[in-house]
Antibody
């Protein structure tokens, strides 16, 4: 069974930092791009970042560029999101998602999310 | 950034047809996908490349494209289809993965 499990969400003070993790299983992790998408309470989905299969390319939304860093460890089938200079606007549920470029050009598998609260 | 526009809400009675639109600049040249998100749940992919349905998605879900507007159609709507629906595409540079603002489908 394909599974994505996020962790690391927490209550953090403004200006603080946090590192999110996403552990995956059930598929060949190194063959897929991965991404993070967030959703504030009662709001829509907002793309945060993507990373290519081998980590050679990292893409960020303008709202997080320079503050967030996406990375991956293919040996551990995991993707990470390092977040710095957090503000209230970063308060959201953060979803890890598999970006299936070959079959769908879409996020085809999603985790259940981890909540980040900046207050 | 790249903006995709969806109606905030659509309401239909059970058994009727729901249409949800997504419009954006030069959308006719891009792949658009759709996600369904039920309350308290993670999104799931229900349509890709405008009109392709992933395995496991009911046949009542279909997609189409015309000019700068892409449409998700749900025929014979069922109560379980009540959810938020988001379109998503990529900007011209291939960098920005944009989501539409979402459409809340209410089954009356």
């Amino acid at each position: 069974e394909v599974q994505l499990v996020e962790s690391g969400g927490d209550l953090v003070q403004p200006g603080g930092s946090l590192r999110l993790s996403c552990a995956t299983s059930g598929f060949t992790f190194s063959r897929f791009s991965m991404g993070w998408v967030r959703q504030a309470e009662g709001k829509g989905l907002q793309w945060v970042a993507n990373i290519k299969e081998d980590g050679s390319e990292k893409l960020y939304s303008d709202t997080v560029k320079g503050r967030f860093t996406i990375s991956r460890d293919n040996a551990k089938n995991s993707v990470f999101l390092e977040m710095h200079s957090l503000g209230a606007e970063d308060t959201s549920m953060y979803y890890c998602a598999r970006y299936n470029y070959d079959d769908y050009v879409a996020f085809d598998i999603w985790g259940q999310g981890t909540r980040v609260t900046v207050s | 950034s790249y903006d995709l526009t969806q109606p905030p809400s659509v309401s239909v009675s059970p058994g009727q047809t729901a249409t949800i639109t997504c419009s954006g600049d030069r959308l006719e040249n891009k792949n658009v996908c759709w996600y369904q998100q039920r309350p308290g749940r993670a999104p799931i992919l229900v349509m890709y490349q405008d009109s392709q349905r992933p395995s496991g998605i009911p046949e009542r879900f279909s997609g189409s494209s015309s000019g700068t507007t892409v449409t998700l159609t749900i025929s014979g709507v069922q109560a379980e289809d009540e959810a938020d629906y988001y379109c998503q595409s990529v900007d011209s540079s291939g960098t920005y993965r944009a989501f539409g603002g979402g459409t809340k489908l209410t089954v009356l």
